[in-house]
């Protein structure tokens, strides 16, 4: 079934619509990045609202199954819509809509309007990606891939964390990437013990690990991969607490299987990093879905009972964190295919020695 049909199939009759206005789900739904409009689907139609900006270009991007509208005030020319096709009640997206547009909705809107559900609906179909998706998000992982392979010649002692993130950014976009995922995290030494430390002034040195958290966007899709690197030499300790966690990540990926729970792969980091006695240094989930957004269903934690299905593309990230010491964190994103989770990168997870 396709997106649209999803969404139509979830509208209870056809006296009720939804209208989309979240950005990324409009792009979703119809293909079609804009700053601005709706999508509004009734159960026999579905049509993508534009302003006259992106009104010619809609035309020639959107597919068949979607009809581009024109408008030029969109809450008139939504109710002139629902005026005309007897719609009573329209779902909005509780998880996007802020509480002074709903207030606004709710004022101007002539048929009931309805919260809830329509968001949950959404995440649901974006967990499971079809082929394109994969072929894009495996274009942005590829895209940060040459840039990590090319900025590892920079890496030693003397250079700042800063001077590395900027580089990747620049290697980044030079080789395709719309921009980077998320603030990436370059981070050497001490910092590599908080999980979202900033790059900044600090310095590369001998016998220090350096973690990159480092992803690109390619049309839209996200990739995210960490990797943790020595620079020089690398103590018992830090070789020690590198491969609790590269065991941590491949029993994760074990589990990464259709049928599933991702409570089972949070849990099987975790078990592995507790019974190795450093539980209380790994505070956040395994992983994360990855798509349109960085961050989107499932979250890979051990309350979270979504049953991994084919197409889902998670990541497994699990990670030790030792306070004013060191931290390693090991992360690549997994397509979900029957029995045999697929690496959507294809870097070494071994320990490297810079
Ligand atoms: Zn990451
Ligand atoms: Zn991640």
Do not use: W
Request: hydrophobic content about 40%; charged content about 25%.
């Amino acid at each position: 079934m396709g997106k649209i049909e999803s969404i139509q199939e979830f509208l209870p009759d056809d006296k009720t619509a939804a209208v989309i206005t979240g950005g990324v789900n409009r792009r979703y739904l119809s293909g079609f990045n804009s700053s601005a409009g709706a999508v509004l689907i009734t159960k026999s139609r579905a049509r993508l609202m534009l302003d006259f900006r992106y009104y010619e270009a809609a035309l020639k991007a959107v597919g068949p199954d979607i009809e581009v509208v024109r408008f030029t005030r969109l809450i008139d020319d939504l109710n002139s819509i629902f005026l005309k096709e007897n719609i009573k009640s329209v779902f909005i997206e509780d998880c996007y809509v802020t509480v002074a547009q709903l207030d606004e909705y709710k004022k101007a809107f002539i048929p009931a309007v309805l919260t809830e559900g329509l968001s949950d609906k959404l995440a649901e179909l974006r967990m499971i990606k079809t082929p394109f998706e994969v072929e894009k998000i495996v274009t942005a992982q590829r895209i940060t891939e040459k840039a990590y392979t090319e900025v590892l010649n920079y890496l030693k002692p003397g250079v700042t964390e800063r001077h590395i993130a900027v580089e990747l950014e620049h290697l980044i976009k030079v080789y395709g990437g719309e921009r980077v995922a998320f603030d990436l995290i370059c981070i050497t030494g001490q910092n590599t013990s908080l999980p979202h430390g900033v790059p900044g002034d600090r310095v590369v040195k001998d016998g220090d690990f350096f973690t990159f958290d480092i992803g690109s966007v390619y049309d839209g899709y996200h990739s995210d991969m960490t990797r943790t690197v020595a620079v020089g030499s690398v103590s018992d300790k830090m070789r020690m607490i590198y491969d609790v966690v590269l065991q941590a990540h491949l029993k994760a990926q074990k589990r990464i299987t259709a049928g599933n729970t991702s409570a089972d792969v949070d849990i099987a980091a975790r078990d592995h990093i507790t019974e190795s006695g450093f539980g209380e240094y790994f505070g956040h989930s395994t992983g994360h879905g990855v798509g349109l957004d960085i961050h989107e269903a499932p979250t890979v934690y051990k309350t979270d009972k979504t049953v991994l299905k084919d197409g889902m593309v998670i990541t497994d990230e699990p990670g030790i964190y030792l306070p004013n010491e060191f931290g390693v964190r090991i992360e690549d994103m997994y397509l979900v295919k029957g029995e045999t989770p697929v690496d959507l990168a294809d870097i070494t997870k071994e320990l490297i020695i810079i």
